[in-house]
Structure formats: structure tokens, C-alpha cells
């Protein structure tokens, strides 16, 4: 089948004639009518036309024999189809010329759009009439270039997706080039089918599994492209963590860290912390912190979770001291003051022994 004809694609159909006037009185006669696609000086007998061609133009070479002074002509040019139909008429004016001038041309324009190749090629006739019946008609063939198939090609994100996972196919760098595509259809090789420029599928198996679409023109001509894609069976996180200090006192910010759990072939989105004292927490990053108010032995759980949503946990106890009272410790210079002489007093040999940090001093200098 032909293309269609389309006024995006630069085909039109037109009619260009040059009007020849002389100056004794009488009436216009139509000498000869001339198709071409390479205008008014081209040679005659041009009579086959591809859909391809820019233009095609139909010339018809008017002249008065014998002028009336006062009087213009109507001139019918009517465009008729393969199957018989008038598919275009126009009506121009052609003026009595107010001097002696060269011949001057009036061109009409016909654009056919949005019409089926098959219902435009084919032979058309185009027909030229002036007043008291001159007429002359000439025929044409039009062809439509022979259509060229469409080119099928997709892209597969992720490229090695595992089960269960979502994979995006995208057909979007197919193309025809003579026309358009109307349709994609795929077939995921695991039974599942589906159409659009950009599907999703996910594979319930892991394997390697032939994908296959096929792509349609506007004009029915296909083109299919093949890709193997392998589907992995997703693996489990692994869930470790660590804490600082590594013995606590009650009372004392705890800091754990699980940025040694790992996913293989993946990420792990969510971090269950249960902290053994009835708290439970879920965060996105690997690291939390936690304050136990009493001392004992704790057993804390973490639980890892991937992007598949696969799970590991891990369970360690964690030993939590009752907070032993820091040790206050006192310098002073000079050693032996004088009345009225400064004196620099200095606590810093002062600390907690059970590793916490002293967070105030308080100074009573009146004894």
C-alpha cells in the first residue's frame, strides 16, 4: 500500500497557469495544458508523478485573440480524483490588463491531507475552463514511493533485574521513517504480553527469558527486535551492628551502628531497632542511639530490610552499669595566696570513672 499525502510531508498538488493577453476584442482560448514538477519551463509531457515529488504543476497557456476593453473572464480549474470524484474546484478572475506588460501567472494550490495513499495514487485529471466553453483537460498518475518498514528498538532498566522486581522496556527509540508507528506489542517471554511505547513486567522466576517486540507502521509493515534478559533470584541482607561505649551506665547516650550489614545485590532501606527495653525503632540510615535509664543486660535486635523486601536480623546483649558519681578533683595557684592576690582555681583532673563525661561545675567560693 502507498503512503498517505500528508502536508507535513511537503506534497501538494498545484496549478499554475501564465494568462497571454492580446488586444484585438474577442475571447480567451486555452492552447495547452503542461504537468510538471519543475515548473512553467520545464519540458511538456510529463505524465507520471511520485508521492515523493515537491510540487506538480499544471500550466495552462491562455491567450486572447480579440480584447474586450471592458470585461474580465472567470477561469475554472477543477482537480478530479482516481475514482471520478471532484475533489477541488477554483474560480479565478483573469482582469483586462490596464498596459502593455509581459504575461503574468496566477497559481492555485491544492494540499492533500490526511488521506490514504491508496485513495489518492492512481490517475487523476485535471481540468481548465474559460468563457463560451474552452476547455481542456489533462491526466496524471500519481505513485506512491514504496513504503519502508519500520525499525524496532528498546531499552531494559534495571538490565539484571531479580524476582519480583519491576523492569521498565521502553520502545521509545523505535522510528519509521516514512511515516509512524501505531503499534508496539511485546511478549516477555515468560507468557506475559503487553503493548505502549513504555511497559513494565516483573518475572516471578529466575532464568533467562527472550523478549520480544514487534512494532507496526502506519501502513501495516513490521519490524521486531529481540533481547535475552536474566532474572536473578534476589539475596537476603546480611544484618550486623556494633555500639560505643561497649559498656554503658544507665543514663549514658548509647550510639549503635549497623553500617556493617550488608545486601549483595541490593540496598537495605529500613533499620528495626528493638532495644531490648520494651523501645523499638525503624530509620532509613544505619546509625541510631539510645539512652537506657537502668542498669542490667540487654538484649538488642536489629532487623535488616531490602529493597525486595527480603529481612535478616542479628541479636547481641549489650551490658548496661549503674552510673557510677564522677570524682571531683582541685588545683589552685598560688598554692599559698596572699590577701588580695588573684588565685586561679582548676578542676580539670576532675572525671567520671565509668566513662561518661562531667557536663557541669558548680563553685562555692564562701566555703
Aim: with cysteine; proline share 8%.
Amino acid at each position: 500500500m502507498g503512503r498517505s499525502l500528508a502536508l507535513t510531508l511537503g506534497i501538494f498538488l498545484s496549478l499554475c497557469w501564465p494568462a497571454f493577453m492580446g488586444f484585438a476584442h474577442g475571447e480567451p482560448e486555452i492552447r495547452e495544458v503542461i504537468l510538471t514538477t519543475q515548473g512553467c519551463e520545464a519540458k511538456r509531457g510529463t505524465t507520471s508523478f511520485s508521492a515523493t515529488d515537491s510540487y506538480i504543476y499544471c500550466i495552462a497557456k491562455v491567450k486572447v485573440y480579440r480584447y474586450a476593453p471592458r470585461r474580465s473572464y472567470d477561469v475554472i480549474v477543477e482537480w478530479y480524483a482516481p475514482d471520478g470524484s471532484l475533489y477541488f474546484r477554483e474560480d479565478f478572475e483573469l482582469k483586462r490588463p490596464t498596459s502593455i506588460a509581459p504575461p503574468y501567472s496566477i497559481c492555485s494550490r491544492l494540499a492533500v491531507r490526511g488521506q490514504r495513499a491508496a485513495s489518492l495514487t492512481g490517475t487523476w485529471r485535471v481540468s481548465v475552463t474559460v468563457p463560451f466553453g474552452d476547455r481542456k483537460s489533462v491526466a496524471f498518475t500519481l505513485e506512491a514511493p514504496e513504503n519502508s518498514p519500520p525499525q524496532a528498538s528498546f531499552s531494559i532498566s534495571p538490565q539484571q533485574p531479580l524476582v519480583g522486581q519491576p523492569v521498565t522496556f521502553n520502545a521509545g527509540a523505535s522510528y519509521d521513517r516514512d511515516g509512524y508507528i501505531r503499534g508496539y506489542r511485546w511478549d516477555f517471554g515468560d507468557g506475559g504480553q503487553g503493548s505502549g511505547v513504555i511497559v513494565t513486567h516483573s518475572y516471578s522466576a529466575p532464568g533467562s527469558y527472550r523478549v520480544v517486540l514487534t512494532v507496526e507502521d502506519d501502513l501495516g509493515a513490521t519490524d521486531t527486535a529481540v533481547k535475552t534478559l536474566h532474572v536473578k533470584e534476589n539475596q537476603p541482607p546480611v544484618a550486623r551492628f556494633s555500639w560505643s561505649p561497649s559498656v554503658a551506665a544507665a543514663g549514658q547516650e548509647v550510639h549503635f551502628d549497623a553500617s556493617s550489614s550488608k545486601d549483595p545485590d541490593g540496598e537495605i532501606v529500613a533499620y528495626t531497632w528493638r532495644f531490648g527495653d520494651g523501645t523499638v525503632k525503624t530509620v532509613s540510615s544505619p546509625t541510631v542511639t539510645h539512652v537506657y535509664r537502668e542498669a542490667g543486660t540487654y538484649q538488642v535486635e536489629l532487623e535488616v530490610k531490602d529493597d525486595q523486601g527480603a529481612k535478616d536480623s542479628v541479636s547481641l546483649p549489650i551490658l548496661v552499669q549503674p552510673n557510677i558519681p564522677p570524682l571531683a578533683r582541685l588545683d589552685w595557684e598560688p598554692v599559698r595566696p596572699n590577701p588580695g592576690e588573684p588565685v586561679t582555681l582548676d578542676a580539670a583532673l576532675s572525671y567520671d570513672p565509668d566513662g561518661g563525661e562531667i557536663v557541669e561545675y558548680r563553685w562555692d567560693l564562701n566555703g
